[in-house]
């Protein structure tokens, strides 16, 4: 009987611990294809790691607890512990509309020379300044967006010219495709699958994981990889939340969020490669003619420079190379 209480007690004690752990829900909009989830299990993962009381971290995407300007909202007011989104965050502030801005990055290496030239901490202190319920704990990426129609491959921008794009994201992002001869269409994401199979509209831009979780490759005949806008992904906390913790948890919770940023580059990176592979066969997949698109939108920058300055474009423009 005393070996068998033995061995059973390590499972004893392991049951009383998850019994007291403290639940921690971190909610997202998006599925569990996208890399915002990986981004929030590898947090949980490496928190619990480090801290000496383990943390039950409840993971809900998919707009299980609401979409994502409700995520916002509950967690702003202090009834939701975290929660990981993406452009919704960009309306916090107008300057944050720099990320509707098109091919200001070239690849997501140099987002991350962005970013650690102060980029990153402009943005999280600009978060929390406009809202003193939040705080950042990380900034990763929720993807590069493509577009995806009906028609035919979009090579130059005379190739958009008439075509109904469903779009999200703001004003800049908009002005993008009208200024390449298309029109902007509001569709909530999921219904787009249904708009796009009855000819409501004839593509969509969106990341990679959205149209393979999606199966837009049903519908859709074309995949032009533009790279057109980068969208980073924000890991947000309550304060309230972060308040209740201890200092030395409080510490583990920013360390973590900020010094697990690089391999989630390269979870995305990775992600983005197995849903490109996995969609070829089953759509036509073209590179366009970036030179031509970047042409069309210059005047963009300058408009975003004269309402919100050059600072952030400055850091953006100095890590290019």
């Known amino acids: 009987m005393t070996k068998i209480l033995k061995l059973l007690l390590p499972l004893m004690l392991l049951g009383s611990s998850l019994l007291h752990a403290q639940e921690v829900r971190i909610a997202s909009h998006v599925s569990a294809l996208a890399p915002l989830y990986y981004q929030a299990k590898n947090f949980s993962s490496e928190v619990n790691k480090q801290v000496k009381s383990k943390y039950d971290f409840k993971l809900f995407p998919n707009a299980q ?168 992904s924000f890991l947000l906390v309550s304060k309230k939340f972060f308040n209740s913790l201890s200092k030395e948890d409080q510490k583990i919770f920013e360390e973590v969020g900020k010094n697990i940023a690089d391999a989630q580059y390269k979870e995305a990176a990775k992600l983005e490669r197995k849903y490109f592979k996995d969609m070829q066969g089953k759509v036509s997949i073209n590179n366009v003619n970036l030179p031509m698109f970047k042409k069309k939108v210059d005047k963009l920058y300058a408009s975003y420079e004269k309402k919100f300055g050059k600072d952030w474009l400055k850091i953006i423009n100095d890590t290019k190379e």
């Open 65 to 232: 607890l609401g979409k994502e300007k409700a995520l916002i909202t509950n967690l702003k007011a202090g009834s939701l512990e975290m929660i990981i989104v993406a452009s919704g965050v960009l309306k916090l502030d107008k300057k944050l509309g720099i990320f509707d801005l098109p091919w200001i990055f070239k690849d997501r290496e140099h987002v991350q020379r962005a970013m650690k030239a102060g980029l990153y901490d402009e943005i999280k202190n600009t978060i929390e300044k406009n809202s003193n319920n939040i705080k950042v704990l990380g900034i990763y990426e929720n993807g590069f967006r493509h577009i995806m129609n009906s028609k035919k491959a979009i090579i130059t921008p005379k190739d958009l010219r008439g075509l109904k794009i469903r779009i999200s994201g703001g004003k800049f992002r908009q002005d993008v495709f009208r200024k390449m001869g298309a029109t902007p269409q509001k569709v909530a994401w999921k219904e787009t699958f249904t708009a796009l199979q009855t000819g409501v509209v004839d593509g969509a831009e969106a990341a990679t994981y959205g149209f393979y979780g999606q199966k837009h490759y049903e519908v859709l005949k074309h995949l032009s990889i533009t790279n057109h806008i980068y969208t980073p």
